[in-house]
Structures are given as C-alpha cells and as structure tokens.
C-alpha cells in the first residue's frame, strides 16, 4: 500500500509465518501493528514476522504506525491505511540474482528468505545452495522453491561454503549479483537503491550501509559508512584501495552489503584450496582479487544492510562454523 512519503507495507506468506515488509525511504525507529484496535506487534526492524497466518481478510485490518526517536521519546510520523499483498515474482529477464550459502540455518533462514522475497526490487531471482545441512534447511529451501517461481536450489554434498557461492553464481542469470549470508536481512529498499544506482552513476559495484545487530545483548548500531556526507558516493578503484583498512573495512571487504556486475563477478571464483576445513572471511579473499576488475563504486547512505551478530557470536565460541 502506498502512503505519505513513499511508505510501503505488503505481506509475504512465508515459511511458518506471515512476514509483513515496512518499506520507505526513509529508516525509522520503531514499527507499531495493530489488528483493528488491538496492538499486536512492536518491531524496530523493517521485516517482521508474525508467528501466525494471517488471511486476506484479517489482513484488511492491520494497521501500521511509524515513529522516529526524539531523545528519549518515539514521535509518531505516520499512520497506514491500508495493506497489500506481493505479486508473484515469475521468472524473467532478472536484473539481480542473490545466491545465499545455507548449513544448518533453520533458525534464520526463513527470515532472511523473506526479507529478499519482499524486495520493492521486482526482478530479482534467488538461488539457495544447501551444503547437506542436517537439519530443516534443505526442507525450507524445497518450500520456497516450489512456492515462489523466482527460486531455485542446489543441493551439494559437504563441498563447504566457498564451492557453495560458486556453484550459485555459475547459474546466476542477472545483471547484478547479490551474495549475502543466510542469517542476516536484505533491508525491503536494499536492491532496488543499490541497483538504480548502479545504472545512474554507471558503477560496477554498489555498497550498502551496514547496519550490526547482536541479539544477544540486544544491541545494534550503523557501521559508519567512510567518505562525505552525500547520499551517493562514487569511489575509483584507486580510491578503495587507499580506504579498505579503515576501521570500518567491511565496506570493501565483504560481498554480503553489495551488488556486483555478473560479468566482472564471475571473473573471479572464492578460494577452494582447502575444502576440508573451515575457511574465515572467504569474502575479503574474493573481494580482494574482484576489485582489479572494477573500475567505480558507489556507497550508498539510504540502503541498509542488516548484519546480524547472533549467529557469527555462536561460530565464534564453536557451535558452529560452517557457512
């Protein structure tokens, strides 16, 4: 449904649950949904997901409040009318494909699922590759498969996170390539930004602002993005390379806040040297050898990558640490 300044709200019936995506251009703080005049749901993430279906009808009753934080305050900014569920995604001529790696992410990864099937991008196909987990992954990667027409799943035999990536983006068929991890959320505005962005500013890669959440103490906070204060920034190659060991070298690191060309991303593959064991930060190994091959970047301030720590915390401390 569209509202005041661009604010979205569509359902998605995902996995288990209805997922209720909050677009706008811009972030607020908190998110109030109420079933008539009952409060049903507090949430300060754009992508929420309600712990029951919710019919059509039931639908045509929720209503959306959104509040911004004045010091110790939340100000209520707008009030919804109204709510509208996703088209089908049908396969087409995709402008990005999003390849996600998955071991054992049963937890996390209908969420994740969700918040890119809730893209405002509309052609986006998405390929799950399911490196034998033992748990329900592989059977919620088979759901999604046969419910959305846009995604597809492989399925491999403990060949590890590296082959995973690879063997997504060798069937990849967009434009762009998104690759994220599994356990974190696309923000609904995330795609579409980075790649009007892309097609503007005629850039190889656009980067996301990075948003770090750790459930386990509760806290979150925006990884500050390097440079100026304009919305868009265009970075050379040259350029990068002086910023990559800032602080905040996630930015340039990483391939999960980013998109990338298909054209210059498959001419690099992430490293398989040592399938047998674990390999940590694969993603500045290929970023690394990806960057050669590009010749601008572009940060952008108004799309929102959110990573969250909860499970990196868990591989840290040894439960587990496979993708």
């Given at each position: 449904?569209?509202?005041?300044?661009?604010?979205n709200?569509t359902?998605?019936?995902?996995?288990n649950w209805?997922?209720?995506?909050?677009?706008?251009k811009?972030?607020?703080?908190?998110?109030?949904?109420?079933?008539?005049?009952?409060?049903?749901?507090?949430?300060?993430?754009?992508?929420?997901?309600?712990?029951?279906?919710?019919?059509?009808k039931?639908?045509?009753?929720?209503?959306?409040?959104?509040?911004?934080?004045?010091?110790d305050?939340y100000?209520?900014?707008g009030?919804?009318?109204?709510i509208a569920?996703?088209?089908?995604?049908?396969?087409?001529?995709?402008?990005?494909s999003?390849?996600?790696?998955?071991?054992?992410?049963?937890d996390?990864?209908?969420?994740?699922?969700d918040?890119?099937l809730?893209?405002?991008?509309?052609?986006?196909?998405?390929i799950l590759v399911?490196d034998?987990?033992?748990?329900?992954?592989?059977?919620?990667?088979?759901?999604y498969a046969?419910?959305f027409?846009?995604?597809?799943?492989i399925?491999?035999?403990?060949?590890w996170?590296?082959?995973?990536?690879?063997n997504?983006?060798?069937i990849a068929?967009?434009?762009?390539l998104?690759?994220?991890?599994?356990d974190?959320i696309?923000?609904p505005?995330?795609?579409?930004?980075?790649y009007?962005?892309?097609?503007?500013e005629?850039?190889?890669?656009a980067?996301?602002t990075?948003?770090?959440?750790?459930d386990?103490?509760?806290?979150?906070?925006?990884?500050s993005?390097?440079?100026?204060?304009?919305?868009i920034?265009?970075?050379?190659?040259?350029?990068?390379m002086?910023?990559?060991?800032n602080?905040?070298?996630?930015?340039?690191v990483s391939?999960?806040?980013?998109?990338?060309?298909?054209q210059?991303?498959?001419q690099?593959?992430?490293p398989?040297?040592?399938?047998?064991?674990v390999i940590?930060?694969?993603?500045?190994?290929?970023?690394?050898?990806l960057?050669?091959y590009?010749?601008?970047?572009?940060?952008?301030?108004?799309?929102?990558y959110?990573?969250?720590?909860?499970?990196?915390?868990?591989?840290r401390?040894?439960?587990?640490?496979r993708?």
């Amino acid at each position: 449904y569209q509202n005041i300044e661009n604010f979205n709200i569509t359902a998605l019936y995902g996995y288990n649950w209805t997922t209720i995506a909050f677009r706008s251009k811009g972030v607020y703080d908190l998110y109030k949904v109420y079933d008539k005049d009952n409060l049903i749901a507090e949430t300060e993430d754009p992508i929420l997901e309600l712990s029951y279906k919710i019919t059509k009808k039931e639908l045509n009753c929720i209503i959306v409040e959104w509040y911004t934080k004045v010091e110790d305050k939340y100000v209520l900014w707008g009030i919804s009318e109204g709510i509208a569920k996703l088209p089908e995604r049908k396969k087409a001529d995709y402008k990005i494909s999003v390849v996600i790696p998955i071991y054992n992410v049963q937890d996390f990864l209908p969420r994740a699922l969700d918040s890119v099937l809730s893209s405002s991008m509309p052609d986006i196909e998405l390929i799950l590759v399911d490196d034998w987990s033992i748990d329900d992954s592989p059977k919620i990667c088979d759901w999604y498969a046969k419910h959305f027409p846009c995604v597809s799943v492989i399925h491999q035999h403990n060949q590890w996170v590296c082959f995973a990536r690879n063997n997504g983006i060798n069937i990849a068929k967009g434009e762009y390539l998104g690759i994220p991890d599994s356990d974190d959320i696309i923000h609904p505005f995330m795609y579409e930004i980075l790649y009007n962005t892309c097609k503007i500013e005629n850039t190889d890669v656009a980067i996301a602002t990075t948003i770090i959440r750790n459930d386990i103490n509760n806290k979150e906070y925006v990884l500050s993005m390097p440079g100026k204060k304009e919305d868009i920034i265009v970075y050379t190659y040259d350029e990068v390379m002086k910023n990559k060991h800032n602080e905040n070298n996630m930015y340039y690191v990483s391939t999960c806040n980013k998109i990338i060309k298909r054209q210059i991303a498959t001419q690099v593959k992430f490293p398989t040297e040592y399938p047998n064991r674990v390999i940590l930060y694969e993603d500045s190994a290929y970023t690394a050898s990806l960057y050669s091959y590009v010749d601008s970047f572009a940060l952008c301030k108004n799309a929102y990558y959110i990573y969250d720590r909860s499970r990196s915390e868990e591989r840290r401390v040894g439960k587990e640490c496979r993708s």
